[in-house]
Structure formats: C-alpha cells, structure tokens
Antibody
Framework: EVQLLESGGGLVQPGGSLRLSCTASGFTFSSYAMSWVRQAPGKGLEWVSG????????FYADSVKGRFTISRDNPKNTVYLQMNSLRAEDTAVYYC????????????????WGRGTTVTVSS | DIQMTQSPSTLSASVGDRVTITCRASQTISSWLAWYQQKPGKAPKLLIY???SLETGVPSRFSGGGSGTDFTLTISSLQPDDFTTYYCQQYSSYPYTFGQGTKLEIK
C-alpha cells in the first residue's frame, strides 16, 4: 500500500525552527517529485514547496522562500522540510504529497497525501 | 504568481442535484489543473487531474472540463458523501496555487 507519514510537528516560539519529515512506503520513492502543502486553521490549502525525484530541483512559495528548505534522502525514502525563522502565520497542518506521474515535470497533480502534522508557532 | 479563483465559495444543493463549480486562472495554464475533495480533519483527495482525467477509484459522477483559463468540476447526481469542500489547483508553473475552496452544503 502506498503511504506517506509525516512527523516532526509541534509547538515552537516565533523565530524558532522545526524540521518536518515525511517517510514514504509502497512505491519507488526516488522516481517521484514530492510537495509540501499546508493548511492554516479554518483556511484553504497553500502549496509550500516541491522537490524533484533526484532532489536537484526545488521550488518554494514566496511566503516561505529564504526561511524553509526542502530536501530528500532517497535511500531513506524520506523528504524533509526545514523551517527556520518561524512566524505565527506559519501555524498550520503540514501535508506531504507525491505527484501522480513518475519521472515527470515537478508540477503535477498530487495523488497520495499523508495525514499531516501540526505546527503551532506561538509564545 | 497565477491566481486561482473558484466560484461560488458556497453552494447549497440537494441529494440528486447536478452541480458545477468553476475555477478561473489569472493566466493560461493549458490543462494543468487538478480538483481535490477535502473532508473536515482529513487530507485532500485527488478527484481530477489534467483538467478532465478521472483519478482511479473516483466515482464517474465526477467530471472535469475546460482548458486555458476556465475550468469546471461537475457532480452529476449529488450523494450524501459529496457535501464537503472542493479545491482546484494549477500546476502549470510554480508556485502551484490553489483556489480558495468551494463548500458544498445540503439545502
């Protein structure tokens, strides 16, 4: 079964850091681009960042550029989101998701999603 | 950035109704559009990709259409399980923006 499992969320003070992890199973991880998408409480979905299957190409939303870094460890079937200089507006459920087509353009529909991990930025 | 505008924001309908949700892109995105369904407290679920391709396992009452800047999600005969929130997303160019969502309510 294809699965994604996020971890690493929690409560952090403004200006602090967290690293989210997303561990994949059930598919050839290195063949698929991955994305992080977040959802603030009571709000809609916001695409945050994406990374190609090789890890050589990364993209970010303007709201996180320069503060967040996406990376992946293909032998460990894991994608990460390093979040620095956190702000109250980063409070959200963070989902990781895989693209639908292997070895394709980074921009693609997201067919498998994890359950999400909650990040709360508050003093 | 490409802006995605969904309409309506809220839609009231009854079981058995045919409904259509619209998504408009601020610039052309060819057919690089997906539709997702999200239930409260759950992750989004992919319904439609490449504007009109039905994801495996999704009921055939869901259909997508459009290209360029104007897109639709149609549910041909609403079932009780369909009353939830729907999002469009463009993946033509990053950032891969979502619409603001459409909440489908029981009339």
């Amino acid at each position: 079964e294809v699965q994604l499992l996020e971890s690493g969320g929690g409560l952090v003070q403004p200006g602090g850091s967290l690293r989210l992890s997303c561990t994949a199973s059930g598919f050839t991880f290195s063949s698929y681009a991955m994305s992080w998408v977040r959802q603030a409480p009571g709000k809609g979905l916001e695409w945050v960042s994406g990374i190609s299957g090789s890890g050589g190409t990364t993209f970010y939303a303007d709201s996180v550029k320069g503060r967040f870094t996406i990376s992946r460890d293909n032998p460990k079937n894991t994608v990460y989101l390093q979040m620095n200089s956190l702000r109250a507006e980063d409070t959200a459920v963070y989902y990781c998701a895989k693209v639908i087509v292997p070895a394709a353009r980074l921009g693609n529909a997201l067919d498998i999603w994890g359950r999400g991990t909650t990040v709360t930025v508050s003093s | 950035d490409i802006q995605m505008t969904q309409s309506p924001s809220t839609l009231s309908a009854s079981v058995g109704d045919r409904v259509t949700i619209t998504c408009r892109a601020s610039q052309t995105i060819s057919s690089w559009l997906a539709w997702y369904q999200q239930k409260p407290g759950k992750a989004p679920k992919l319904l439609i990709y490449k504007a009109s391709s039905l994801e495996t396992g999704v009921p055939s009452r869901f259909s997508g259409g459009g290209s360029g800047t104007d897109f639709t999600l149609t549910i041909s005969s609403l079932q009780p399980d369909d009353f939830t929130t729907y999002y469009c997303q463009q993946y033509s160019s990053y950032p891969y923006t979502f619409g603001q969502g459409t909440k489908l309510e029981i009339k």
